[in-house]
């Protein structure tokens, strides 16, 4: 039995594939390596570059590799890119799922892991997210992630598919020195890489109805979310109940000035970060209750921010400054 991780040469997707080769379970990754990279897989694990809209690759793959089960993380993952791109987004999301589970249902793959998001939430007017907290996303990249948990839905009633979906919010630090997060939109990338080139990093508004004027998230650990994904086809693969979808959430949130706070902290390199202004539709906080993923999933916070914000940095600084 083999799981197929698409998107495994990202940044979450190698994460998910080293987990799995801890557990000692067969995996093989497709990637079209559009933004994931090469050397994030380990060289043991059978890789395949194309793209889950190739509904002959993946019957392909799903014949060679004896695939039971999909963990399906590839997808255009950029909220705010998404807006001035949105059909290149539903593409992407929407048509690459339907053609990913239409090859599973014709080669009798049954299980799948969806990567979800807490965008499919929107802006909630709730101190606490929880599963059931109603889904108005504001972005086609949301809505094409709410979407995709509809198709799994659909599936399972047309096709008897096991299913799950992870919901989750900011990923942020590195289990392996050689992998980090390259997105140019995400926090932790943008505040390092103004450090690097000698810049002062900014944030979007101190005036927001929290602790310290700045917005709120969850950020998580990316190899506590791969331990959850790795755990969920566990669970698959023994037929127990699980739930259709699960909030990865800290129950607590960490602050933007936090954060800025631990990366001073952390590398050694003292700044004030400037004050920019707010973003439009920036809600002040978002944090989401991970009950139900601790009972089924064995999902907790395992780091600590200092030790988030320093792994992350290893392996930013396994990279030339460049």
Do not use: C
């Amino acid at each position: 039995m083999t799981w197929l991780v698409t998107g495994g040469a990202g940044y979450i997707g190698a994460h998910v594939v080293r987990e799995f080769l801890a557990a000692d379970m067969h995996v093989t990754v497709l990637d079209d390596l559009s933004t994931g990279q090469l050397g994030f897989i380990p060289g043991r694990v059978s890789f395949t570059r194309g793209t889950i809209l190739d509904g002959a690759l993946l019957e392909r793959i799903f014949d060679e590799h004896d695939v039971t089960g999909v963990v399906h993380v590839a997808g255009f993952k950029y909220a705010g890119v998404s807006v001035q791109r949105p059909l290149h987004t539903y593409e992407q999301n929407v048509d690459g799922t339907t053609v990913l589970l239409a090859a599973m249902q014709d080669r009798g793959v049954g299980k799948m892991v969806f990567s979800s998001s807490a965008a499919v939430y929107g802006t909630p007017d709730v101190d606490l997210v929880t599963e059931d907290t109603p889904k108005a996303p504001q972005s086609p990249y949301g809505e094409s992630k709410l979407i995709g948990e509809w198709l799994l839905r659909d599936q399972e009633i047309a096709a008897g598919l096991k299913h799950t979906s992870l919901r989750y919010f900011n990923v942020v630090g590195s289990g392996y020195p050689e992998i980090r997060d390259t997105s140019p939109h995400n926090l932790f990338p943008l505040v390092f890489e103004a450090l690097v080139e000698g810049r002062t990093p900014h944030i979007n508004g101190d005036d927001y109805l929290t602790p310290d004027g700045t917005n709120v998230r969850d950020y998580v650990h990316v190899s506590d979310i791969a331990r959850a994904h790795v755990a969920a086809a566990k669970r698959l693969d023994a037929g127990e109940p699980i739930e259709p979808a699960y909030n990865l959430g800290s129950g607590e949130g960490v602050s933007v000035a936090e954060i800025m706070a631990a990366v001073a902290r952390v590398t050694g390199i003292p700044f004030e970060p400037e004050i920019a202004s707010r973003r439009p539709g920036d809600p002040p906080r978002i944090v989401a209750n991970g009950d139900l993923a601790a009972r089924d999933l064995d999902w907790q916070m395992r780091h600590t921010l200092d030790e988030m914000v320093a792994s992350a940095w290893a392996a930013r600084a396994a990279v030339s400054p460049s």
